[in-house]
């Protein structure tokens, strides 16, 4: 004969088990949908970071030409070097990515992230932006002096550059240009003025 | 008196009993409303997957304690396939071959067919995942027979493809053993004390019986192989420091002491260098240009060159020729049914022809559809110690030609023997630019448009000689005019016509 309070004990821990149990299964079936509902709460576009309105300069490749042009630009940035290293990246890419960009890269080109350290940047692409890339020696070209001459011209000190995708080294864009060392930026401001393009003043 | 002594009793016998009952109970229930959820696996695991088509490797991922795979992702490299949700049923057509499946359920129609998989068939993000151990069961009415699944090493071989393997000790030149392999292989390669071991990831390399040889050999003692974990792995065991050496096209792999075969390679160069792409320029019997033997270096392992017949050295080549590209990695899709590494194999070809036309020993860097690393390639241009190095690519982007030198900061070129390998180029940029100069000169007489800038193209920066990379545009908007014979053979000439006008600048 079993004791009545270990009976009651028992049912309660029963309970307890099976309430824990669908729980954790309503849990487990949230955490399923949860990153695709995140994916497609994702803006279009990245949100315009916080700051002050600053004029900017946008070195944009131009395919036909095969030499890049300097814009003036106005965007809000933000205080911080790193965001506002993204901010004027993001400006390039976005005009990219548009229908009647003269120097198309493939949508969902992004910046993961930028870090700058002693005046060296390093600029971590996202997957889609290098996938995506067109492969060629001009194309391939254009895309990462256009990035580090932006960079280059609106944050001042920055004397090399990095470039990585997903945060991982790889030998080379789209099987061109080159990736594995750093870019020094005097050097490329003198291939954009060879190039016939618009030279960071 | 009784009831009250026994009651005591019976309860301090009763209650732990019962509490242990109870906690047993409740964690059993736990575990069961644990076990069916899905947990994947904490490191990626694969399977690789060989076909004669295609070889590849596909994620598996864990539920309910067995492996399962998505037939997508095995079926799309090797045909045409579609899928698509119907309710709780998830219809699969592979090359006008349909398949039913239903989430949560083993049976499956194939066409006419019903198959039961090994456990319940699942879809997760759309993607249907089946049972590992069903695949053969799957793919046998799918793909050309034979589908063999060695499931515990998790390799999947299809439609007979697999290398077979024979090994021999043989005692002269020196006491080492050659293994004969019924394709080309490329694996890599572990020395520790005591043992080489050679990983092969892309080779559908199946074991021989039995599974370990032993040999009477006074430094390796026994040959094993196994597989596991998507690889096959064949293990010589020795009592002494052991290297390889790669010959016949990469089909043989020579093991034996390292003092044995490094005095066996001694008079030959480290580095793998080409033969001479052709014979001396006084020669009139033509002779096909061999490919470069690209074995060490393609796996980044210290192997040495196969023996090299007695004659007297080679001259060194003054140009080399590098036709970009090749093998798994064709550079640009110029068009849908143009790529660049076949174009710009085309175009090298003549250009080394135009070269060797004019009394320029040239060397081609690769000669058919063959992959080489950049580094490889600055390496085979570094050490064949010659005074030019074009590299060639080819573009759809604008017309004409592009000439490119490296991109290098602004460094005081390095002298001596040795030069700091990212900026090697640094001492040679001047004549670059000057070899890029001239060719322009010699495109302009043939009224073909080019320009000269820098690139960050690798590997130009490795390069110690003149190096100029050319990138090939078509004249007007028709992409296909790049393979056309005439538009190669001009724009290869006036190549050839530039290298041998800064040849003539450069001789005093």
Redesign the interface.
Known sequence: MIPRHLKITFGLLLLAALASGLYMWMLKRHERQAPQTAQLQQPVSPPPPAGTPLTVALYLADDQQGALHREETSLSLPADPSLRAQAVLRAVIARYTQKDSTHPLPAGADVNDVYIVNGTAVVDLNDALASGHRSGVMVEELTVLSLVQTLAANLPGITQVKILVNGQERDTLAGHADLADFYDVAAVNRAVEQMGGTSSP | MAWTDRLPHN?RH??PG?SRS?VA??AL??LL??LP?ARPVTAQEYLSVYGLRATFSVPLQQYGGRDYVAVLDILAPLGEVAARKDGHKWKLRFNSVEVEFQEGKTAVKLANRRLQLASPFHLQ?GRGLVPLSSLVALLSPLLPPPVELHETARRLFLGGAAVHFSAEVVHSPSDSVVLTFSAPVNPSIATEPGRLSMTFVREPLLHPSPSTMNFEDQYISSLSYREAEGVAELTLNSNVPLLARFSSDRKTITVGPVVQIVAQAKPQPVVPVPTPASPPAASSTPVPTPTPNIGAAASGQLAFPPPLPLAAPAPPPLVVVDAS?GGT?P???LSDILA?KDVVLSIAQRLHNDLEARGLHTMLLRNSDTALS?DQRAILANTSRARFYISV?A????SGV?L?TA????ITPASGTFLPW?SAQASYLSSSQTLSADIATELSKLNVSS????????PL?HISAAAV?V?VVPPGADVTQLNSAAYQEQIAGAIAAGVARAQQGATP
């Open positions: 309860r009763w209650a019962h109870s109970a409740v229930l736990l409303l644990w959820q993000d590209h990695e550079g640009a899709a660049e950049l690519h573009g759809s982007l604008g592009r490119y991109l290098l900061p602004p990212d320009r000269q800038m820098q690139a960050p193209l690798p920066n990379a990138e």
